[in-house]
């Protein structure tokens, strides 16, 4: 299972920026996608997640209004949309893939996913 995320960069405080995720071929048949975040010297942050089906998506309480998660199950795609971001979110930001059918369910914890994007780099200027 493979998945590659881009979209990073450098962008101004209170600007936006989407993530995007190549997805594993047949992701919709039964693998939930997450974001985590990382910055050096720090554990892996879970930002979202979004189940097989793309119906259900939970957040990070401190995320909740600013990002949303969305996939495209037919293009094999996930995306993160940022918004109102801060130099605080700026950090390397992977997506991740566990497999579940679960549509109330949400893994948080990164040790709970098998599969790992290589990560992209989102820096936020004051």
């Known amino acids: 299972v493979q998945l590659q995320a881009s979209g990073g960069g450098l962008v101004q405080a209170g600007g936006s920026l989407r993530l995007s995720c190549q997805a594993p071929?047949?992701?919709?048949?039964?693998?939930?996608l997450a974001w985590f975040r990382q910055v050096p010297g720090k554990e892996r942050e879970f930002v979202g997640a979004?189940?097989?089906?793309?119906?259900?998506?939970r957040y990070a309480d401190s995320l909740q209004g600013r990002f949303a998660i969305s996939r495209d199950n037919a293009k094999n795609m996930m995306y993160l949309q940022m918004n109102s971001l801060k130099p605080e979110d700026t950090a390397i930001y992977y997506c991740?893939?566990?497999?579940?059918?679960?549509?109330?369910?949400?893994?948080?914890?990164?040790?709970?996913?098998?599969?790992w994007g290589q990560g992209t780099l989102v820096t936020v200027s004051s």
């Open positions: 071929k047949h992701a919709a048949s039964g693998i939930a």
């Open positions: 979004v189940t097989y089906s793309g119906r259900s998506t």
């Open positions: 991740a893939a566990v497999p579940s059918y679960s549509e109330t369910y949400f893994y948080t914890s990164a040790t709970d996913y098998d599969y």
